[in-house]
C-alpha cells in the first residue's frame, strides 16, 4: 500500500508541478575540530572547499583557549537543485563541503605553513566524507538525505579526532605530512557524483494513465455495413521493469449504417447513427527503452460492442446492442516529451515521470453475432504520464 501511495504522490506532482524553489539547508550543525562548538554565524562569510585552499588569513587570532591552539568549524551544506538535460529534468540533492572563517582561529604562536597544512588535512578529509555521502543519495538510501550527511559528518569527526591526537593539534610535521598525502590520494580515487547519467532506463514499480482518441476501422463483410466509429481512448498502465500490463478502453461515436441488416434477429436500418467501442487488457514487455523512446509489443483479451440507439422492439431499452469476446495483438511507440528524476527524500529513493506522446496500432478480432464478426484495425493517439519508483 505504501508504494502505491507513493506511486500516486509522483505521478500527482509530475502532472501539477513544473518547478520548485530550491532548498537550502545545512545538514546539521557545523563541527569543529576540538571542542565541539555549535551554531553556524555570519553565513555569508564561510568558505566552500571548491573555491581552493585554506590561506592562514582566514582564520582568526586566539589565545584564550589554550592549551586548544587551533580551531576549524566545518560542515555541509546540501541543496535540491534542478538542471535539464535533452528531454529530463533532474531534481537531485547536491552537496558542499564548507568552513566558517568566523568561528575558525589559530592560536598567534602556531600561525605557520604546518598549521595550515593540517587544517587543510583536515577540510580535506570533510570533503572525501562529503563525496562518500553524495555517492550514498545519488545509489539510493533507505535513509534520508539529513541522515545520510549526518553519518558521514559522524564519521568526519570520529576520524579527525584521532588524527587531532596523533599528530598533536598537527605539530607532528611527519604525521601531518602522511596524513596529508593519504587523505589526497583517497581524493583523487573518489571523483565527484554526478547526476546527468543518474538513469536511462527506469526500474522498479510504476503506475500511468493515459487519454487521446482512437479509432477502429473493420475488415471482412461487416464494412460493408457500417462506417468506422472515432472517439475517446482511455487507460492505465502497470508497470514492473519492462513488464506492462494495460487496461484501456474506447467510446467510439460518428458511425452510421450504410444497409439495413439484420443483427441478434433485429433489423437495423440504414442511414441510422450508431455507436459501439471496446474494453481491453492486455499484457506487454518494452523491447527498447531509452531517454526518448519506448517500444512496446502487447496481446491480450477483451470486449468489442456496436449499439444501434433505436429499439422498436423493446421501446425500454435505449438502444440494441452486439457484443463479443475479442483479442487483440500490437504495439505502443510512446515518445517521451519529458522526464522528471526527483529525489523523493522519502528515506527512499528517486522517482521518475514520464510525459509521453503514445501512438498505438493493433489488430483485433471481434466475435459478434452473424454477419458481423470481423477482424478490425485499431489506431490510437494519445498523452501517457508514468510514474516509476527507482530500483538499485
Request: proline share 4%.
Amino acid at each position: 500500500m505504501k508504494k502505491i501511495s507513493s506511486l500516486l504522490l509522483v505521478l500527482l506532482a509530475s502532472i501539477t508541478v513544473l518547478a520548485q524553489d530550491k532548498e537550502v539547508t545545512p545538514s546539521r550543525n557545523i563541527h569543529v575540530v576540538n571542542d565541539l562548538g555549535r551554531g553556524l554565524e555570519m553565513e555569508s562569510s564561510i568558505h566552500y572547499w571548491d573555491e581552493g585552499p585554506l590561506s592562514l588569513n582566514m582564520f582568526s587570532v586566539r589565545k584564550d583557549k589554550y592549551p586548544m591552539i587551533l580551531n576549524l568549524e566545518y560542515g555541509i551544506h546540501w541543496d535540491i537543485e534542478r538542471f535539464k538535460i535533452g528531454n529530463t529534468t533532474i531534481s537531485a540533492p547536491t552537496t558542499r563541503t564548507l568552513m566558517n572563517p568566523f568561528s575558525s582561529w589559530i592560536h598567534p604562536d602556531y600561525k605557520n605553513d604546518n598549521t595550515l597544512l593540517y587544517l587543510q588535512t583536515c577540510f580535506d578529509y570533510v570533503e572525501l566524507c562529503r563525496r562518500r555521502a553524495q555517492w550514498d543519495l545519488k545509489k539510493g538510501s533507505s535513509f534520508d538525505l539529513r541522515s545520510v550527511t549526518g553519518f558521514h559528518l559522524d564519521v568526519a569527526d570520529s576520524f579527525l579526532a584521532e588524527m587531532k591526537e596523533a599528530t598533536s593539534q598537527g605539530q607532528d610535521e611527519e604525521e601531518v605530512k602522511n596524513y596529508s598525502e593519504a587523505i589526497r590520494q583517497e581524493l583523487e580515487k573518489t571523483p565527484e557524483a554526478r547526476f546527468d547519467d543518474l538513469v536511462i532506463d527506469p526500474k522498479g514499480f510504476g503506475l500511468g494513465m493515459h487519454v487521446g482518441i482512437g479509432s477502429e476501422i473493420y475488415t471482412g463483410i461487416l464494412p460493408q455495413y457500417v462506417t468506422p466509429m472515432t472517439g475517446l481512448l482511455f487507460g492505465f498502465d502497470l508497470v514492473y521493469n519492462r513488464f506492462n500490463i494495460f487496461m484501456e478502453g474506447l467510446l467510439g461515436w460518428g458511425g452510421r449504417l450504410k444497409r439495413d441488416i439484420v443483427l441478434d434477429g433485429y433489423q437495423w436500418d440504414a442511414g441510422e447513427k450508431m455507436k459501439g467501442g471496446n474494453m481491453e487488457l492486455s499484457v506487454g514487455y518494452s523491447v527498447y527503452n531509452t531517454q526518448w523512446w519506448r517500444l512496446t509489443p502487447f496481446a491480450g483479451i477483451g470486449v468489442g460492442f456496436i449499439d444501434y440507439p433505436i429499439n422498436y422492439v423493446n421501446p425500454d431499452k435505449d438502444s440494441d446492442e452486439i457484443s463479443g469476446f475479442r483479442y487483440q495483438a500490437g504495439i505502443n511507440a510512446d515518445f517521451k516529451i519529458h522526464r522528471l528524476i526527483e529525489y523523493t527524500d522519502w528515506g527512499t529513493t528517486y522517482g521518475v515521470t514520464e510525459t509521453m506522446l503514445r501512438a498505438r496500432i493493433y489488430a483485433a478480432h471481434n466475435n459478434f453475432a452473424y454477419p458481423a464478426p470481423a477482424w478490425s484495425i485499431n489506431f490510437g493517439l494519445c498523452i501517457n504520464v508514468l510514474g516509476v519508483i527507482l530500483k538499485h
